[in-house]
């Protein structure tokens, strides 16, 4: 059978079961005694041998057979957890991760056997570490009295003639019986170790619907859908075909134990029904010349949910930002002309901007994801960390159930591997050293994620040393990147963030972990494409905290339309602290920079007009000539001042990407179209200040 419908979803909850292995592994080698931790993991790997069984993985399914068996020996009290047996887990789990890697890329689980760690997981079985020279044995002897069990539970395998028909479903076999058609009743029974019950069902319903029509299942085919049954269903069948044709077939599909089946014959009472049912309807139809038909009943459903391609919603998502387009559209025409006078006009207006409004709101509530999906990987990269680099170290998380973007949440996870093992490898100080500071001598990582505003932020700290803005500062001169003149202007926040060039790094050697200089750079390089920033503070030997904000959104946002020249651009509004008018004669000069002192905040100016190359707006007579108009934008602690020519207004825009038509992506991240059609460019305020 294919079984190719199911890989997605075979791919998800697999994910899934190797997310809860690894997490609960480390949950179990610190309590071993923690019952219902072991519970947890035998049912996770008891799911995804079933799971790689029925999509035809072989080798996928023999590794986790392998140690499922492991599992249940602990589960059993046959076997201590010893890190060295959580080690072997642990390779077990990495093997099964590259097989879900190969199918991802082509279907295929590759062709490693991975035979040393089976036969490691045989040795412990055993008695090679921790096992139990009796577990084969005894793992054989449960199977075997379980099937015993499950077999008596059967004795009367013909559970369809208990069932009771609906008046419609008694007609059809009646019509049926008439035609010299047969109706044939069946028992589905599935193996006790299938997991996807619902695929099965299914992949069964569709043989027998080869052979004929099927007029009624017991369970519903929506509880066969929702696995709402047990291990056992019943199906009636108008076909040509005998029991003994429709039982072989359905019998062939894989993980179907087995199936009976026999000839439907109408009781005397059903037979009573249908007579009584006929007559009173040709009378009905006689009075009337019309036909009743039958009420149908409605099944409440209750909390359902639904797995969404994230295709989908982009295309759901273009649809709401063509609709606020033409919202934006209708609000730009009203507001040129005398039809704001017509009030129940306006009303329209306000009415579609509050649908358009919520309408965005719900379709970026399906796109959030916690970010628990990305960081839940981290405690046992930490611990491989913590035996790689022989430093003893703690990872401490919070706000995992901070919401993000999905696809922020599927870019995230690279940047925040590289900063942990920055913080493991050169933030924290070795055992030995940080004993001799008077500091616990195990080291501490802290992972933060929290909503402030319209951003998520994102910190990842650690107790080390905290980063040595003299050795930065030194080996700047010495690769050439600055020269002494400028390292003794710049202050220490300068120095660190060189940190974020590119092939910058102080690592005296490199190793697997770090050192090589890709890291900060890319970290950097990543955030701001996702339209983020990250900035590093520290103190020497205290430690380091680098700090990451992203937007909840990349793809509509309220932004501050100004003109500057005679072109319109659009600043996001959460970027924007205050609008001032600034006299010319306040601003001053510092080191070459146009700077003002805002209630006692130094400043710098910026004026766009000269960056971009824009054409003069002309000002107007009554306009005061000796003041700017200054928009106060802010970056982490830094400010910048922003000179325009024209505020027009706060809008909802909708982000629309430029890709490579435009020379400057540094100061654009992207365009917008406006009501009237003309496009505006996104300023960049994260590069700008």
């Known amino acids: 059978m294919d079984v190719s419908q199911y890989l997605e979803i075979f791919i998800d909850e697999t994910k899934e079961h190797l997310q809860s292995l690894n997490e609960h592994l480390l949950i179990l080698e610190k309590e071993p005694d923690n019952e219902n931790t072991i519970n947890e993991i035998f049912r996770a790997a008891h799911s995804l041998k079933g799971m790689a069984g029925t999509m035809g993985y072989k080798r996928m399914q023999r590794l986790t057979h392998d140690m499922e068996n492991v599992f249940s020996e602990v589960r059993g009290g046959n076997m201590k957890v010893s890190s060295e047996l959580v080690d072997i887990l642990f390779r077990g789990l990495d093997a099964l991760e590259n097989y ?22 045989n040795n412990i079985l055993k008695g090679g570490v921790g096992g139990s020279q009796e577990t084969e044995t005894k793992v054989a002897t449960n199977t075997a009295t379980a099937n015993i069990v499950a077999q008596a539970t059967k004795d009367d395998k013909h559970k369809y003639k208990n069932i009771k028909l609906e008046e419609h479903e008694i007609n059809a076999i009646k019509k049926a019986n008439d035609m010299g058609l047969n109706v044939v009743g069946l028992t589905v029974y599935i193996q006790e170790s299938c997991v996807l019950k619902g695929a099965r069902a299914f992949m069964v319903n569709r043989t027998l619907e080869e052979h004929g029509e099927i007029i009624k299942l017991d369970p519903s085919a929506q509880d066969l859908e929702d696995e709402n049954y047990d291990l056992d269903y019943s199906a009636f069948v108008i076909t040509k075909d005998t029991p003994e044709i429709l039982a072989k077939a359905a019998a062939n599909v894989s993980e179907v134990k087995e199936v009976v089946a026999d000839i439907y014959q109408l009781s005397e009472v059903d037979k009573a029904i249908v007579t009584a049912s006929n007559e009173a309807m040709k009378k009905q139809k006689a009075k009337s010349g019309k036909v009743p038909t039958a009420k149908k009943s409605v099944k409440q459903v209750v909390n359902r949910s639904v797995r969404v391609d994230i295709e989908k919603l982009d295309v759901l998502m273009n649809l709401v930002s063509e609709l606020i387009i033409a919202k934006n559209g209708l609000i730009s025409v009203s507001s040129e002309s005398d039809i704001m006078l017509d ?55 919070t706000g995992e159930d901070t919401e993000l973007d999905r696809t922020v949440i599927d870019e995230i996870g690279d940047p925040l591997m590289h900063l942990l093992r920055n913080a493991a490898d050169h933030g924290l100080e070795s055992n030995e050293e940080r004993e001799k500071v008077g500091k616990n001598p195990v080291g501490s ?22 980063i040595n803005v003299d050795k930065i500062r030194n080996k700047a001169i010495d690769k050439g990147s600055i020269t002494e003149e400028q390292a003794e202007r710049m202050s220490d926040k300068d120095i660190i963030d060189l940190l974020f060039q590119p092939s910058f790094s102080t690592a005296e050697e490199v190793s697997d972990v770090s050192g090589r200089g890709v890291g900060l750079d890319v970290v950097k390089t990543k955030i701001e494409a996702l339209g983020g920033e990250i900035e590093a503070k520290t103190k020497l030997g205290e430690g380091t905290n680098f700090i990451i904000r992203l937007p909840l959104t990349l793809a509509i946002i309220q932004a501050l ?48 007009n000269q960056i971009l190359d824009c054409e003069k707006l002309e000002v ?53 179209i406006l009501g009237n059609g003309e496009v505006a460019l996104i300023l960049d305020v994260n590069t700008l200040v």
């Open 100 to 121: 879900l890697a190969n199918i991802l890329e082509s279907t295929e689980e590759g062709t490693e056997d991975n035979e040393d760690i089976i036969n490691a997981l």
């Open 343 to 397: 009030s129940a006009y306006h009303e329209q207006i306000e009415y579609l901007e509050r649908i358009t409004t919520n309408l965005h709101e719900s379709v970026m509530k399906t796109r959030m994801v916690p970010i628990e999906s990305v960081v839940n990987r981290f405690p046992r990269m930490i611990r491989d960390l913590t035996k790689k680099l022989n430093k003893n170290m703690e990872l401490y998380m």
């Open 445 to 466: 990582i802290f992972l933060d994620a929290y909503q402030e505003g319209n951003n998520v932020v994102i910190e990842v700290r650690d107790d080390g040393a905290g």
């Open 561 to 608: 339309m100004v003109n500057i020249g005679t072109e319109k651009y659009a600043l996001p509004l959460g970027s924007i602290q205050t609008v001032e008018n600034i006299l010319i004669s306040s601003i001053k000069k510092a080191q070459g920079k146009e700077v003002i002192n805002l209630r006692g905040n130094i400043i710098p100016i910026i004026h766009l």
């Open 620 to 672: 107007a007579e009554e306009e005061d000539a000796n003041e700017l108009l200054v928009v106060i934008v802010k970056k982490g602690e830094r400010y910048a001042g922003i000179v325009v020519d024209k505020l027009i207004g706060q809008q909802e825009i909708v982000i629309k990407s430029i890709g490579k038509y435009i020379k400057c992506p540094k100061i654009i991240s992207g365009a917008t």
